[in-house]
DNA sequence: ACGTTTTACGAAAACGTTATAGCAAAAATT
DNA sequence: AATTTTTGCTATAACGTTTTCGTAAAACGT
């Protein structure tokens, strides 16, 4: 930081600082004549205001953070793709925190957040049943734009980008049925986020809509440890009562899925037809190549950080209790 | 940041701000009961200071930036969840900046964060001839500590980290050959940076010290255009004279050989030996399953993050020229 | 020519901290 | 008992901006 600061610019010019202050704001109060003088030195000198000073005095900044599970997933990296190319452009800056599903960390984060280092959040929730009331009182307290994507709470009264969860999944539970598909399977997870539910609500009436019946057997619960999805699949495809069918609404589980399949020599498609939500671009590459639902995460992340900027500059983060939504992309492959 | 401050909370105590930051501060000037009782009111408010200003005053901040190519991308995604990792449990800021190995971008990036809003930077360079005298100008204009991860440029007074390019790609190059290939091929860019010029220093080693003469067939140039490179390789692989393994030493032209071979149905690993430098989680699953050279991602993330957050608190950065080495792992699957 | 408005600037007060210097009172040293 | 030193606190000046208010001079209107 050795840069030099409007004080030295001013005395240069002969001018006050207010003066140097306003011209490099482009204000109607200083005479075209003068701002230019102002804005060459500023530039020979290669004059840049300090961002502390700045934010301090006028109470808010070009900063927003991106609070999400995890960037090792390329749903989330798409997605934070999207977001820094809209923030980039408009010249905010973007921190970026990882809760790793840990909800105390989550918790943690927002409570970092409210020091007024930012000035709105764009958020992909961790799973857990605790609810969302930390969000609730992050906004209480420290009142700033923030826009939900994908995993979302159910707060009314805050924006929210997702994809059409419901009707894609109707769609693609339709293709595994069409393809000869007696007994499809959906794999849920313990504590389902509304995201979640919403799959399995598509997955469901895609059933009953085929004249399927929607029984326990329709559905596993996995859970985060790999290794007992692992043996539970296992077992459950060993089994005389083998599903079919598979729509995983979770990447890992996909992969799970197949890792069985290949040590069980199941055969996909003719012994269990799959389709897997995820961005993978290594699906068509997969033996058999996997048929996807993917989500359109690079808009996500590009229409939520637009969103958020809008609010952040309008000031009318109140009001923007938009719902987005997206669709989803059905590529279907080898695998069903 | 309808938040409390330091002159509300030293009203209510009845004593000066300066006491009240100083207890915040566990400063040694004040007594413990004073501390007791500034840090309980300042917990029952929930008082967080305003970072603004403390980091205007202290002419310093506990943000860092990372300015990375591509974050759609493991390598770099586990990367900067090392990075995260580290910065999180020392309670800084990171700050993310993507530049789609655009010069310009990357140019930009660096002279916007010479306002100062920052406190040391962890970059991995984009690709291109242009040198690296960009950074060298920040770094005497802004004389913040910075670490290069990876990427890195030839410029002797930054510390780096970096994996054992040369060591790893000769290894792994010897099992294409010990397995039988008798033309092994490498893959290059158009510009190579430092990394790739590594591997493939390693690569033509592994051949000379294996009795294969290395000649201008042991080596394709592909460039940023996967189109034109799916052409060039299909070309290749149909000629007579064509390649019997392949060090690719970027996770994409791993990817592009696995698609050429499965259009031209060249059977991997009869026909084409096929080692790729990635660190994809669905290497396993690929078809045939992809024997990988994988960097430590995530570790040297978190070198990286460790090294820089050291020198910014050490402030002895300029002394700090290490390069730190990991190793890659070499994971021999079907491809070979 | 006189009053009024506009233009173009400057002085000074914030913004919320931290660091420096100063100063009583208490404690320790002679 | 007289001194030095330490303890625990306060006052105040930064840090580098932006914003509010004030005010000469210039421009305008009649």
Redesign the interface.
Known sequence: ???INMIQLAKELGLSVSTVSKALGDSHEISSTTKKRVMELAKKY?Y??????S??RK???K?IAVIIP?????FF??A??GI?SVT?AK?Y??????THENLE?EKSVLE?L????ISGLIISVCTGREGYGHFQQFYE???LPMVFFDRVPDLLQFPKVISNNYESTFESTERLIKAGSKRPLFIQTEEPLYTLMERRRGFQDALVANGISFTDESLITCSENMEDNYLLLKKLFSSRKRPDGIFAPIEKFA?TV??VC?DLKLNIPKDLKVIGMTN???AA????SLSTLSQPAFDMGREAATLLLKMIEKKSYAAANDIIVLANELTIRDSV
């Open positions: 930081m050795k840069g290669n840049k205001p300090n961002p502390f000073a934010n301090l109470k808010k900044g900063q995890d960037i090792v997933n390329n990296a798409l934070v793709d820094e980039m010249h800056d973007t921190f970026i925190y990882l960390r970092h409210e020091n007024g280092l307290s420290a009142r992969i197949y890792q290949r993978l671009r290594t590459l997969l033996n058999p």
